[in-house]
């Protein structure tokens, strides 16, 4: 299994107007793919947030393989 960094990302409009993307919260998983480490993030997300839906505070999901295992 390989090793990813979940982020789950919001895109926000700062005072001035210009859009930029803020991470709202990141996870390590362990995981056979990409797919499959995004929806265990999501899982994780939910519990620390106390929500049943994740997108309640981010646009989208990212999910990369980590360059050095923890």
């Known amino acids: 299994m390989a090793r990813y960094i979940v982020r789950f990302l919001k895109d926000v409009t700062g005072d001035n107007g210009v859009v930029r993307e803020a991470c709202q919260a990141s996870f390590e998983m362990e995981a056979g793919s990409p797919a499959e480490a995004s929806e ?31």
Request: aromatic share 12%; charged share 35%; glycine share 4%.
């Open 40 to 70: 265990l993030a999501k899982v994780e997300f939910c519990k620390k947030e106390r929500t049943g839906n994740w997108s309640l505070y981010a646009d989208r999901v990212e999910a990369a393989e980590a360059e050095f295992p923890s």
